[in-house]
């Protein structure tokens, strides 16, 4: 697994949701289990199914969530503040309109609706190493090909 770009928070907010997990959820199955094997044959009780459903689906949250924290880089404001890079601020203008503040973060950190974005998006990718006054070109999912100008790094 690549390197993923977390926020220290992201980070917080996971290793703690990962340990509620191996601890609170587990043992929380494991109970279901205990229970679901009291009631005898194995092959046709419904309530053991779902809750060795529901533990396989646990610890393959659990495997991804332990990689992702094992390939997690924090994110840091660069000191360089003339290159698009993965933690800073960009403005761009899109042609005709106003400018646009997004932040560049990481996937798992990413929200739109807060002008956070992200450093695999199709913007993102985009503006990842150019400069104040460079013009990029994005194609969006769609096919359509937009341009914007930068025009402030902070």
């Not at 980070?11 to 601890?23: G, N, P, R, S, V």
């Not at 009631?39 to 610890?59: I, M, P, R, T, V």
């Not at 013009?135 to 999912?141: G, L, S």
Request: glycine share 6%; proline share 3%.
């Amino acid at each position: 697994m690549a390197d993923q770009f977390l926020s220290k928070e992201k980070i917080e907010e996971l290793q703690a949701h990962l340990e509620a997990l191996k601890t609170t959820k587990r043992f929380e199955i494991a109970e279901r289990l205990k229970r679901a094997k009291e009631h005898g044959d194995l092959s046709e009780n419904f309530e053991y199914a779902q809750a060795k459903e529901d533990q396989d689906k646990l610890e393959y949250e659990i495997f991804d969530l332990e990689n992702l924290l094992k390939n997690a880089r924090v994110i840091t404001r660069s000191k360089n503040k003339n290159v698009v890079s993965v933690g800073l601020s960009v403005a761009i203008k899109p042609k005709g309109k106003n400018p646009v503040t997004y932040s560049i973060v990481g996937s798992h950190d990413a929200n739109p609706t807060e002008n956070k974005i992200s450093n695999v998006s199709p913007i993102g990718r985009a503006l990842l190493g150019h400069k104040v006054g460079d013009v990029v070109k994005v194609k969006t999912p769609k096919g359509e090909e937009l341009e914007y100008e930068i025009v402030d790094i902070q």
